[in-house]
């Protein structure tokens, strides 16, 4: 089983930056899909940004393309979630998530394949 803790969030005006972490253990050299959701008030949560622990390309839904970057700190075993140029739109409760499962840049998941969660932090952003 993977636990995940994530970190970072808060209330940032519309143009600014955030990075949300999220503290990683317990999947040791298995090969999952590791990546970010969030979830917007009275919808349904949506798959942001992850990639397969074992190799390939990066996957991002199309709203956060070119704003948001995701990267991984194996060292300290922690996932990152950069956003940049944030818009209103972005205000959610943001998720990591461990699934054992593939991903890439042209597939996700459903998420129903994602077995780990963590407990979500919440990003406000304002105009």
């Known amino acids: 089983q993977v636990q995940l803790a994530e970190s970072g969030g808060g209330s940032v005006q519309a143009g600014g930056s955030l990075r949300l972490s999220c503290a990683a253990s317990?999947?040791?050299?298995?090969?999952?899909?590791l990546g970010w959701f969030r979830q917007a008030p009275g919808k349904e949560r949506e798959g942001v940004a992850g990639?397969?622990?074992?190799?390939?390309?990066?996957y991002y839904t199309d709203s956060v393309k070119g704003r948001f970057t995701i990267s991984q700190d194996n060292a300290k075993n922690t996932l990152y979630l950069q956003m940049n140029s944030l818009k209103p739109e972005d205000t959610a409760v943001y998720y990591c998530?461990?699934?054992?499962?593939?991903?890439?840049?042209?597939?996700?998941?459903?998420?129903?394949?994602?077995?780990?969660w963590g407990q979500g932090t919440q990003v406000t952003v304002s105009s």
């Open positions: 998530a461990a699934g054992d499962t593939y991903c890439s840049g042209t597939y996700w998941p459903p998420e129903a394949d994602f077995e780990d």
């Open positions: 317990g999947y040791g050299y298995s090969t999952i899909c």
């Open positions: 990639f397969y622990t074992g190799g390939g390309s990066t």
